[in-house]
Each structure stands twice: as structure tokens, then as C-alpha cells.
């Protein structure tokens, strides 16, 4: 599995994703099963409210060699804030109309 990780950009000053790192390394959490190597692509921020870079910033990974985005739990949970983003649902829909036929994972940890 090759990810391209997309996390929110207000967190980015409280989270250095350390614990995204983590449970792709012990393929914990939402990596729970995954077979292979797990190998990280790119890790970016969705650009900011309300999150339209996300989508280029997908595609551009997957030009790279990703096969899975992740949206990281500080987008779909709120992690560690406790405020999921409000646009998470329309960032995934956007990135899959523009990828087409792409693995995406909504939360890490």
C-alpha cells in the first residue's frame, strides 16, 4: 500500500503527525490488516478551510504513486482539537471525482 496523507492545516501547528507515523509503522488503528509494506507517499495539509487544495494536492500524490489517501483523524475526528473538520465529507467526495476509482481511508488513529 502506498498512502498520500492529507491532514488539516489548523492542527498542523499542534500535531507533527507523530501518531499518524505510528499506526502506519504497527499498522494499527485504521491500518488494522493491512498486508505488505505500507509505504507513505506524501504527507500534506488539505491547504486550509475549506479544503479545496486537498483535491490537487490528492491527485498530485497519486501522480506519484500513492493508491490510498488518507484523510488523517485531525480532519474526520477533530484530533487533538475536538473539532472535525466541516468540510471533511465534501473533500472526499471532491478527490473521488477527480481520482475516479481511488482507495480512501477517512481517519488514521
Do not use: W
Not at 507523530?18 to 509494506?37: L, R, S, W
Not at 487544495?53 to 488523517?72: F, P, Y
Not at 481520482?99 to 488514521?108: H, L, M, P, Q, V
Amino acid at each position: 500500500m502506498k498512502v498520500g496523507l492529507i491532514r488539516c492545516l489548523q492542527a498542523e501547528d499542534m500535531c507533527p503527525g507523530t501518531t499518524d507515523f505510528k499506526v502506519i509503522k504497527e499498522k494499527k488503528c485504521a491500518f488494522e490488516g493491512v498486508k505488505g509494506e505500507i509505504e507513505i507517499i506524501g504527507f500534506v495539509s488539505c491547504g486550509g478551510c475549506p479544503g479545496k487544495k486537498a483535491v490537487t494536492r490528492a491527485a498530485e500524490m497519486v501522480k506519484r504513486g500513492a493508491d490510498t489517501i488518507v484523510l488523517c483523524s485531525c480532519i474526520t475526528k477533530g484530533n487533538p482539537i475536538g473539532f472535525p473538520c466541516p468540510h471533511a465529507e465534501k473533500m472526499k467526495e471532491a478527490i473521488q471525482k477527480k481520482i475516479g476509482d481511488i482507495k480512501i481511508i477517512d481517519y488514521t488513529h
